[in-house]
């Protein structure tokens, strides 16, 4: 897992207390590796691991529900705007046969 530390976001870098504390943890923490290195060291790390890879769908709670589908909503809103124009020529339809 990794933790950011430091002060500001400009590259200023960690704080005589920052240092102190990552030491504290390394000193009382027996099971776990604690290490300061570069984010780029840090995935590096993790290419070596093996990880689940996930087939099939995530959402739990609503599984295959179109509320993720983005075709169906990009139809959806394809077929609303189709309503919206149907509807003003339809009145413009009733206004010319009025006229009529």
Known sequence: MECFYGVGNH????TIDNIKSIREIKDKTIDIDVKCSSLEEFF???DSKKFPVFD???QIIFSGCFS?????KKLN????????KSE?????????EKIS
């Open 44 to 46: 590096e790390s993790l």
């Open 77 to 84: 809103r394809l077929s609303e705007n189709i309503a919206f």
């Open 56 to 58: 099939k769908e995530l």
């Open 11 to 14: 590259g200023v870098g960690a």
């Open 88 to 96: 003003r020529l339809a009145y413009l339809g009733s206004l010319i």
């Open 68 to 72: 993720i589908d983005s075709e169906i």
